[in-house]
């Protein structure tokens, strides 16, 4: 498959509502998407660099900056190129997980659409549907909190996780459970503590939570393996595992008990599925997270969220969690608490052109 052009492609989508992390507060989503055009179609690719490097070192004009300087040479230099090439061809590249992980996305998505094989069966989906949970941030009163996690279950998510940080931890997971009582809950620190607090957090063991995922900072595996031995919650690891040898170390370490898998965080959907692997080889569950996609996203994340492994609900929400109106033709909507994985060549997806003109703020193509 020979890669003749490149676009990339910024896009400026609103957030139905603002979404507080302990990494600051969302309003709306410059997205990078990459539109990969070769002799026998197109493909696309989405990047989940943030705006700003608090989530990881990479930010969006940093990747768009790499792809079009450094990555896209190299694929224009090796002429036919597959998408399991990609990593290698890219692998002298230091880092740059989510831009690479756009890239080879898009060409995926090509080369399926070539083949007539949808992305579901590619990753190995072993299921048509996926379970949809909910991320929600974090908010300026237990009463708001309450009342978006009331809207969530009425709509039908079956999981429910909050953000926390500290000084708003303890009480709204105390405030959910008195109010919805068993519902499946799990929390999201993104980092925000330290070994230190092992003892406050060994209080959340008294409400039956999925997880804890990331409480310490990412390249704390060895205090990871320490909590966990503090906690009877089960630690997930997601800023921590980068690639599939990351996840063995945590995994032998005791620092893993539970992972979750983000595509763009580890370089692409193709290694995604080898962490699936590496952890289904060593007992341990995962489940796909999010980063506020696009429908394009969303499409992959669904499909990979339909692997064997895949045993816990993921942050895969419709699309009108985060946007009123997505980019693609028909938007992700939850039916029973799932959404249907897509079947179509490629990403299953289709792109509503008319609502992209109007979100794009910048285009630029690039060719050998």
Same mark, same amino acid.
């Given at each position: 498959m020979k890669l003749e052009a490149v676009e990339l492609l910024r896009v400026e989508l609103p957030l139905v509502c603002p979404f507080r992390t302990s990494f600051g507060t969302q309003y709306a989503r410059d997205v990078l998407l990459v539109r990969a055009v070769t002799a026998d179609g197109e493909g696309w690719g989405e990047c989940v660099a943030l705006t700003d490097p608090v989530y990881s070192a990479?930010?969006?004009? #940093?990747?768009?900056?790499?792809?079009?300087?450094?990555? /896209?040479?190299?694929?224009f230099a090796a002429g036919d190129v597959q998408a399991h090439q990609v990593a290698e061809l890219l692998r002298p590249i230091q880092g740059h997980r989510m831009a690479k992980a756009a890239v080879e996305m898009a060409l995926l998505d090509a080369e399926l659409r070539s083949h007539g094989r949808s992305f579901a069966d590619a990753l190995g989906a072993a299921r048509p549907a996926v379970d949809c949970g909910v991320s929600v941030g974090i908010m300026d009163s237990? #009463?708001?909190?309450?009342?978006?996690?009331?809207?969530? /279950?009425?709509?039908?998510?079956v999981r429910i996780k909050l953000k926390i940080e500290p000084g708003w931890d303890l009480e709204p997971v105390t405030a959910v459970r008195d109010r919805f009582g068993d519902v499946p809950l799990q929390v999201d620190a993104n980092t925000a503590y330290t070994l230190a607090d092992a003892r406050h957090l060994a209080k959340l063991d008294a409400f039956d939570l999925l997880l804890i995922e990331q409480p310490l900072p990412e390249e704390q595996i060895r205090a990871h393996a320490e909590l966990a031995r503090q906690l009877a919650t089960p630690i997930c690891l997601d800023e921590s595992i980068v690639s599939a040898q990351s996840c063995v170390d945590a995994i032998l370490l005791g620092a893993a008990e539970i992972v979750n898998i983000k595509p763009g965080r580890v370089g692409g959907y193709l290694e995604a599925r080898r962490i699936h692997d590496v952890c289904a080889a060593h007992g341990i569950p995962v489940w796909c997270g999010g980063m506020v996609e696009t429908g394009l996203g969303r499409a992959a994340n669904v499909a990979l969220a339909a692997g064997s492994n895949f045993t816990l609900p993921g942050d895969t929400s419709a699309s009108s969690r985060f946007f009123a109106q997505d980019i693609v033709t028909e938007p992700f909507v939850m039916q029973n608490g799932q959404l249907r994985v897509p079947d179509g060549p490629g990403l299953g997806v289709a792109i509503d052109y008319d609502v992209l003109d109007d979100v794009t703020t910048a285009r630029r193509q690039v060719r050998p």
């Open positions: 990479e930010y969006v004009d #940093g990747a768009q900056d790499v792809i079009e300087r450094f990555l /896209l040479p190299r694929l237990i #009463g708001h909190l309450l009342d978006a996690v009331g809207a969530y /279950l009425d709509e039908g998510y």
